[in-house]
């Protein structure tokens, strides 16, 4: 599993590009991590209205589907920069040069097919409960209060895209890299060496303590 990883940036088009996305998948991200933290707050008052006041918060399953999607796709593309991913490290870190970024940009191509296959067929499954004609625009919703589920539903294919755009500048960068194997890759996470990534830790750790 990929621990800490690096990721270079230079002066170019390719890693400009990269960081620009980086802000667009950090924002993302960071409405995860606050979907996590509604959800914990809503359960802390539905929990404390059931036992103070025999009025749990109506509709509590309700809000955690709908907030599923967004905790569970709006961080991939995040993850996916900076090599947060599951991956086989032993394999791929005991690979150098133009055989690793060969091997890098199938394995990156691959998920990128997957990807747009998951784009398409989320995207459709959205279409199927989103209705211009229906009430609150939405032809099915939750069983408890009737919350329309197109927008929990639009957020699949949304978080797809942005991971697609990054896979996309990630096959860019390793071929980039095959053609040019001496110059160190940007805008993709590399395995940082033992003392690289303990320092990268230490320093992590430090900037906690300040």
């Known amino acids: 599993m990929a621990g ?3 990721v270079l940036s230079d002066d170019s088009r390719l890693s400009i590009l990269d960081q620009h996305l980086y802000k667009l998948e950090s924002f993302l991200a960071l409405l995860s991590g606050l979907a996590v933290f509604s959800l914990m707050v809503m359960a802390v008052v539905s929990v404390g209205g059931r036992n103070i006041a025999n009025a749990p918060l109506p509709g ?19 993850a996916q920069r900076d090599g947060g991913h599951i991956r086989m490290d032993m394999f791929v870190g005991a690979l150098k040069g133009r055989t690793l970024y060969i091997v890098e940009f199938v394995t990156t191509a691959v998920i990128l097919a997957l990807i747009v296959l998951l784009i398409w067929g989320s995207w459709a499954h959205f279409a199927r409960s989103f209705d211009y004609g229906a009430p609150l625009w939405s032809r099915d919703s939750s069983i408890d209060i009737s919350i329309p589920l197109w927008p929990a539903k639009l957020l699949a294919p949304v978080a797809f895209s942005v991971l697609c755009i990054r896979l996309f500048l990630q096959l860019c960068a390793y071929g980039r890299a ?4 001496d110059q160190p890759p940007v805008a993709v996470p590399l ?12 320093e992590h750790v430090s900037g906690h303590d300040n």
């Open 191 to 202: 395995i940082p060496d033992a003392a690289t990534q303990a320092a990268m830790e230490a």
């Open 60 to 78: 509590y399953v309700d809000w955690i589907e709908q907030a599923m999607p967004l905790i569970a796709f709006m961080g991939i593309s995040y």
């Open 4 to 6: 800490s990883s690096l």
């Open 178 to 181: 095959i053609r040019h194997p």
